[in-house]
């Protein structure tokens, strides 16, 4: 299918042919008909993305800070590498998707329903259905593609309270400025729209408004203090993009006292303080469509808020713009400028970027499709002359998330391999890591990699709670797995694992336990093997904060830090020891539901060794992520973040400092691609690997709330 992307590092837009998303529960997929593009926030994405790094860098200092912080505990080239691959990821545009809907995991729609969606610009769209409403027979396509633009209007308005019979002014006329002046004039209210385009200003006066050309010469403030008898009027919506701040000090001066102001566009916000203190004005920031926005819950796992307490929400401000555009209080075919077909969208966005031309309500049309949807696609032809050399390990990819796409991918693509299939839930990252890393196929549809009889091997790296699932299916389906942690987030996984695993032992199974073979573990372990006693151990994670909200915080979905993370420094203690865990104990501090990511852990092992493993969210970013600790024997090792090691007490050896971080990645994939080569055993034993595994568990289920 053709979908419009954005790419932030080089500031291209392109049509690209993607794999068709495959739906989840609470989701629906449509088929567009209709997409509108947002000229004022599309407008600013791609400007961003053609802007030098460091205009880039002016128009983001939190981010810049965040970067310095990165640099000071991570060092300056893994930085750069980060966020390069951060500004290369593809972004999709568009958020006005007009469509049918052809499949549907949600009981509130069928298959077959209009409907309007947040959608990107895309032949087909995967939306959760509390963002889509459905359409009145009696709203048009091309009226209706302007839904989600007129609730962001409408929202504003809500926060606006208007009265009837009060007077508002809207600063700036673009598409959502004059939807807020239709749904204001709707509301019983007296409407001054400003703006310096004519057509604009004879726009909202047609609609029934006031208006100010401002490149007419026209003082706003006189205007409206003549208009209103000195009062000043009952309340302002900003609607304009610019950097000035004389906006809001305009707003402000027109308000009359306890007047309200409330900000839906981009402006400058040095806000003079006697503008507000004199009158007492209120100032609030629109968000969105409303309540609901960036809520996981209710967005993505379709989880309403009660009615009679959260009377308007996204899908039900979605649904109040429809019946206004049903009942003729709403007109937007004045708004409509031009229209495109999909294959022409970058035509459409040279449009919008050149100020000379008048680009308002800009229209993307989707092509009559046939009933087949295509969720795996070619992209790209192998060099005929290696084929041969390297199909003896052909690889199907599943998830290509951050550390996939910047770390996984990139390694397994310059080795001896074919890169067969990469699957994604979406389809975009599929399409683009997959054509940067020379895979052949790009899908939506993990059977394209388990029924695919050329693939043998499986690379996955999905969110936790597909893993296991994922390993089970790939071993059925007589195929070597290289899993990324965790390889299961709960018992019953673990079991059901145990099942298959036996069933198949001719396959290599390998969880990613990438820092045991890092250079400096590695070391370690050479010299405690000199050793023959027990050792003591203190491991530090400084992992860092992590919302709630995130999806690792999610028992369900992510299994918690514990499970999905602190597995990785268990497994270390269990290959520098070389024992088995005899018992453990383990304190934390649980906040909320969630769990538990403020730990200390202990573990005793069977040769009276001891490690402990302490996991802790709320440190500073700046400071070194891990640090590890040993002492036996008189003796002591001191690793500071993978780069530098000191070591104390021991002969021949005093330090081990590297030029930059090396957790063992590459090392990992080469001992998983060379078992294969050699036809050896898998380079972490499975009892390691399950061990391992079902310690994290228990530790999570003890520190559970």
Same mark, same amino acid.
Request: aromatic share 8%; with cysteine; net charge neutral.
């Given at each position: 299918?053709?979908?419009?992307?954005?790419?932030?590092?080089?500031?291209?837009?392109?049509?690209?042919?993607?794999?068709?998303?495959?739906?989840?529960?609470?989701?629906?997929?449509?088929?567009?008909?209709?997409?509108?593009?947002?000229?004022?926030?599309?407008?600013?994405?791609?400007?961003?993305?053609?802007?030098?790094?460091?205009?880039?860098?002016?128009?983001?200092?939190?981010?810049?800070?965040?970067?310095?912080?990165?640099?000071?505990?991570?060092?300056?080239?893994?930085?750069?590498?980060?966020?390069?691959?951060?500004?290369?990821?593809?972004?999709?545009?568009?958020?006005?998707?007009?469509?049918?809907?052809?499949?549907?995991?949600?009981?509130?729609?069928?298959?077959?329903?209009?409907?309007?969606?947040?959608?990107?610009?895309?032949?087909?769209?995967?939306?959760?259905?509390?963002?889509?409403?459905?359409?009145?027979?009696?709203?048009?396509?091309?009226?209706?593609?302007?839904?989600?633009?007129?609730?962001?209007?409408?929202?504003?308005?809500?926060?606006?309270?208007?009265?009837?019979?009060?007077?508002?002014?809207?600063?700036?006329?673009?598409?959502?400025?004059?939807?807020?002046?239709?749904?204001?004039?709707?509301?019983?209210?007296?409407?001054?729209?400003?703006?310096?385009?004519?057509?604009?200003?004879?726009?909202?006066?047609? @609609?029934?408004?006031?208006?100010?050309?401002?490149?007419?010469?026209?003082?706003?403030?006189?205007?409206?203090?003549?208009?209103?008898?000195?009062?000043?009027?009952?309340?302002?919506?900003?609607?304009?993009?610019?950097?000035?701040?004389?906006?809001? *000090?305009?707003?402000?001066?027109?308000?009359?006292?306890?007047?309200?102001?409330?900000?839906?566009?981009?402006?400058?916000?040095?806000?003079?303080?006697?503008? @507000?203190?004199?009158?007492?004005?209120?100032?609030?920031?629109?968000?969105?469509?409303?309540?609901?926005?960036?809520?996981?819950?209710?967005?993505?796992?379709?989880?309403?808020?009660?009615?009679?307490?959260?009377?308007?929400?996204?899908?039900?401000?979605?649904?109040?713009?429809?019946?206004?555009?049903?009942?003729?209080?709403?007109?937007?075919?004045?708004?409509?400028?031009?229209?495109?077909?999909?294959?022409?969208?970058?035509?459409?966005?040279?449009?919008?970027?050149?100020?000379?031309?008048?680009?308002?309500?800009?229209?993307?049309?989707?092509?009559?499709?046939?009933?087949?949807?295509?969720?795996?696609?070619?992209?790209?032809?192998?060099?005929?002359?290696?084929?041969?050399?390297?199909?003896?390990?052909?690889?199907?990819?599943?998830?290509?998330?951050?550390?996939?796409?910047?770390?996984?991918?990139?390694?397994?693509?310059?080795?001896?391999?074919?890169?067969?299939?990469?699957?994604?839930?979406?389809?975009?990252?599929?399409?683009? *890591?997959?054509?940067?890393?020379?895979?052949?196929?790009?899908?939506?549809?993990?059977?394209?990699?388990?029924?695919?009889?050329?693939?043998?091997?499986?690379?996955?790296?999905?969110?936790?709670?597909? *893993?296991?699932?994922?390993?089970?299916?790939?071993?059925?389906?007589?195929?070597?797995?290289?899993?990324?942690?965790?390889?299961?987030?709960?018992?019953?996984?673990?079991?059901?694992?145990?099942?298959?695993?036996?069933?198949?032992?001719?396959?290599?199974?390998?969880?990613?336990?990438?820092?045991?073979?890092?250079?400096?573990?590695?070391?370690?372990?050479?010299?405690?093997?000199?050793?023959?006693?027990?050792?003591?151990?203190?491991?530090?994670?400084?992992?860092?904060?992590?919302?709630?909200? *995130?999806?690792?915080?999610?028992?369900?979905?992510?299994?918690?830090?514990?499970?999905?993370?602190?597995?990785?420094?268990?497994?270390?203690?269990? @290959?520098?020891?070389?024992?088995?865990?005899?018992?453990?104990?383990?304190?934390?501090?649980?906040?909320?539901?969630?769990?538990?990511?403020?730990?200390?852990?202990?573990?005793?092992?069977?040769?009276?060794?001891?490690?402990?493993?302490?996991?802790?969210?709320?440190?500073?970013?700046?400071?070194?992520?891990?640090?590890?600790?040993?002492?036996?024997?008189?003796?002591?090792?001191?690793?500071?973040?993978?780069?530098?090691?000191?070591?104390?007490?021991?002969?021949?050896?005093?330090?081990?400092?590297?030029?930059?971080?090396?957790?063992?990645?590459?090392?990992?994939?080469?001992?998983?691609?060379?078992?294969?080569?050699?036809?050896?055993?898998?380079?972490?034993?499975?009892?390691?690997?399950?061990?391992?595994?079902?310690?994290?568990?228990?530790?999570?289920?003890?520190?559970?709330?």
């Amino acid at each position: 299918m053709k979908q419009v992307l954005q790419n932030l590092k080089d500031g291209n837009t392109i049509v690209a042919d993607v794999p068709v998303p495959t739906n989840k529960k609470n989701h629906l997929i449509i088929s567009s008909s209709l997409s509108l593009i947002s000229s004022g926030t599309e407008k600013m994405l791609v400007d961003f993305g053609r802007s030098n790094y460091l205009d880039k860098a002016k128009k983001q200092p939190d981010k810049v800070k965040q970067v310095i912080e990165k640099i000071k505990s991570d060092g300056l080239i893994p930085t750069i590498e980060a966020v390069s691959s951060k500004l290369n990821q593809p972004l999709p545009l568009g958020y006005c998707n007009v469509g049918r809907v052809v499949e549907s995991l949600s009981n509130d729609f069928s298959v077959g329903d209009r409907v309007v969606s947040n959608g990107p610009h895309a032949e087909y769209v995967r939306v959760p259905k509390n963002l889509c409403a459905k359409i009145p027979d009696n709203v048009d396509d091309e009226s209706a593609s302007f839904t989600v633009l007129a609730a962001i209007a409408l929202q504003s308005v809500r926060l606006a309270n208007p009265s009837i019979g009060e007077i508002f002014v809207v600063s700036g006329l673009g598409s959502v400025g004059l939807l807020s002046v239709q749904i204001l004039l709707a509301n019983g209210c007296t409407v001054i729209g400003i703006d310096f385009d004519k057509e604009r200003c004879e726009l909202a006066e047609s @609609f029934g408004a006031k208006a100010i050309n401002l490149s007419s010469g026209i003082d706003p403030d006189n205007f409206v203090k003549n208009f209103t008898n000195h009062n000043g009027v009952d309340g302002v919506i900003i609607a304009a993009s610019s950097s000035s701040n004389e906006i809001i *000090h305009t707003a402000a001066n027109m308000c009359r006292k306890r007047g309200r102001i409330i900000l839906v566009g981009v402006v400058g916000l040095n806000i003079r303080r006697d503008d @507000f203190f004199e009158k007492e004005i209120s100032f609030q920031v629109s968000f969105s469509y409303g309540p609901g926005r960036n809520d996981n819950n209710y967005e993505e796992e379709g989880i309403d808020y009660p009615y009679g307490f959260v009377r308007w929400t996204e899908q039900r401000n979605f649904q109040a713009v429809l019946a206004l555009m049903s009942s003729g209080k709403i007109n937007v075919k004045p708004l409509i400028s031009n229209r495109f077909m999909i294959d022409n969208a970058t035509q459409a966005y040279e449009l919008i970027l050149d100020s000379k031309l008048s680009s308002m309500g800009v229209l993307l049309e989707y092509p009559i499709k046939n009933n087949k949807i295509n969720r795996t696609i070619d992209i790209t032809n192998v060099n005929q002359k290696n084929l041969k050399e390297v199909k003896d390990i052909n690889i199907g990819f599943l998830g290509a998330g951050n550390y996939a796409s910047r770390v996984l991918i990139p390694i397994f693509a310059k080795k001896n391999t074919y890169l067969n299939t990469l699957v994604t839930s979406g389809g975009i990252n599929s399409y683009f *890591h997959g054509s940067n890393n020379g895979f052949q196929k790009a899908s939506t549809d993990d059977s394209s990699v388990f029924k695919n009889n050329d693939i043998n091997t499986v690379v996955i790296a999905t969110r936790h709670n597909d *893993h296991a699932s994922q390993v089970i299916e790939s071993l059925e389906n007589n195929k070597n797995v290289f899993v990324e942690k965790p390889i299961a987030i709960n018992h019953e996984e673990l079991d059901k694992i145990n099942k298959a695993y036996n069933e198949n032992k001719e396959n290599i199974l390998m969880v990613g336990f990438n820092r045991r073979f890092s250079p400096h573990i590695k070391k370690m372990k050479s010299l405690l093997l000199q050793k023959n006693a027990p050792k003591n151990i203190i491991v530090t994670i400084n992992s860092g904060f992590l919302d709630q909200s *995130h999806w690792v915080q999610d028992k369900n979905i992510g299994g918690g830090r514990i499970v999905g993370e602190a597995c990785h420094f268990i497994d270390i203690l269990i @290959f520098l020891t070389g024992a088995r865990v005899k018992s453990f104990k383990a304190s934390g501090r649980i906040e909320g539901s969630k769990p538990c990511d403020n730990a200390s852990i202990s573990l005793l092992f069977e040769d009276d060794s001891i490690g402990v493993i302490n996991y802790f969210s709320n440190g500073p970013n700046n400071y070194s992520k891990e640090r590890i600790e040993v002492y036996c024997d008189n003796s002591a090792l001191i690793l500071d973040n993978f780069i530098k090691m000191k070591g104390y007490g021991w002969k021949g050896f005093n330090k081990m400092n590297l030029f930059k971080q090396n957790k063992g990645t590459e090392e990992c994939i080469d001992a998983f691609i060379g078992c294969l080569k050699n036809s050896e055993a898998a380079p972490i034993s499975y009892e390691d690997m399950i061990e391992g595994a079902k310690l994290s568990i228990d530790l999570a289920e003890y520190l559970s709330p």
